[in-house]
């Protein structure tokens, strides 16, 4: 019997890696193994799925819509034939791919045959629909919304119920066939994702035409650093930096909290920080990713701002 994969997409900073930690936390028994896709150098979602560490395959430096597709079927492949094989795949996008080219290398008969797309959920983010409706006439954004099975309005606890409303008919009209549910930290019903028989090879839509956005509409950058950070330059980098930016993730440390690592978040203008996962044996004290529209970020400048905020032993 094939095995059944679900997709999730989205857009930057939207959920995805919630969502993907929340079906796994809630798998019951399944053992379900996840493929997920950073665009920069250094996969952060790899380390922030919890506790399945076995069951993770990463794969960074590109985008599995275009230049790692080949990546992801032999990574498939190489999942399915595992002893014992998963109950389930989930493949993470990232946010900056077109899932209908990965939808159209799902469809190709053989992978079909032995692992079969169950289900397209597609991310979006209540607040920052809320704060700026126009999102959705991104052409990526539509793509992921487009492709999807079922749309989960994440974040719902950032805004009123009115905006609720609101934030679902924008992707109601979108989108009137799909089903959505408005979801907060992800936690949509497994059985929703899992539903069962996997559905009849669906065509491919516009897979090809919408790409052309994918990569190169964004460009990334990353950072470490072997010693702990001034939180305060550190926060008056992230304040200059975020207007260029639309996302930013990874671990960070700081001289004021020694030995306490962070996760910071930067999803628009709503930066976090947090605890973080147990730290990966040999990685760098501080791991960054940025990601900004092409163009938008001066990595020579970004770099000295970044490393000003390292705070060396005297
Ligand atoms: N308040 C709130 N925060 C959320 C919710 N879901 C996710 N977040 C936060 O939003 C940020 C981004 O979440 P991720 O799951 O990393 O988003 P992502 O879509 O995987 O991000 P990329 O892979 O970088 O595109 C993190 O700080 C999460 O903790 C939610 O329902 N409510």
């Known amino acids: 019997m094939a095995i059944p994969v679900i997709l999730v997409t989205g857009f930057l900073g939207a959920g995805k890696t919630t969502l993907i930690n929340h079906l796994l936390s809630a798998a019951d ?36 819509c275009c230049s790692l597709q080949g990546d992801l079927l032999r990574t498939l492949g190489r999942l399915m034939r595992r ?3 998963p109950d389930g795949i989930i493949i993470e996008t990232s946010g900056v791919s077109d899932p209908a080219e990965i939808v159209t290398s799902l469809l190709d008969p053989v992978i079909w045959r032995e692992a079969a797309l169950e289900a397209v959920i597609a991310l979006a983010d209540a607040r920052a629909l809320t704060d700026k409706p126009d999102l959705l ?31 679902r008919a924008l992707l109601a009209a979108l989108r ?17 994702a899992f539903a069962g028989e996997p559905q009849a090879p669906r065509e491919p839509g516009q897979a090809g035409r919408a790409h052309g956005f994918s990569t190169p509409r964004f460009e990334t950058m990353s950072w470490t650093a072997d010693a702990p950070l001034s939180l305060p330059r550190f926060q008056a980098a992230i304040g200059k930096l975020s207007p260029h ?22 999803v628009g203008e709503r930066a976090t920080l947090g605890p973080a996962p147990a730290g990966r044996d040999g990685a760098p004290l501080v791991r960054l990713v940025l990601i900004a529209e092409n163009g938008k970020l001066d990595a020579d400048a970004t770099r000295a701002m970044l490393e000003a905020c390292i705070e060396r032993e005297v």
């Open 29 to 64: 028994g399944r053992r379900l193994a996840a493929v997920v896709n950073d665009f920069g150098a250094i996969n952060i979602d790899a380390d922030l799925i919890a506790g399945a560490a076995d069951g993770v395959v990463s794969l960074a430096n590109g985008c599995i």
């Open 83 to 85: 002893d014992p094989p």
């Open 137 to 167: 006439d991104d052409a990526l954004c539509r793509a992921q919304i487009a492709a999807a099975d079922i749309v989960a309005l994440n974040k719902a606890d950032l805004v009123t119920p009115d905006e609720l409303v609101r934030a």
């Open 176 to 192: 009137p066939a799909r089903v959505i549910f408005d979801v907060t930290e992800g936690r949509i019903a497994p059985e929703l």
């Open 245 to 266: 930016l639309v996302r930013a993730k990874g671990f960070v440390a700081f001289r004021e909290q020694a030995g306490r690592p962070l996760l910071f978040q930067l």
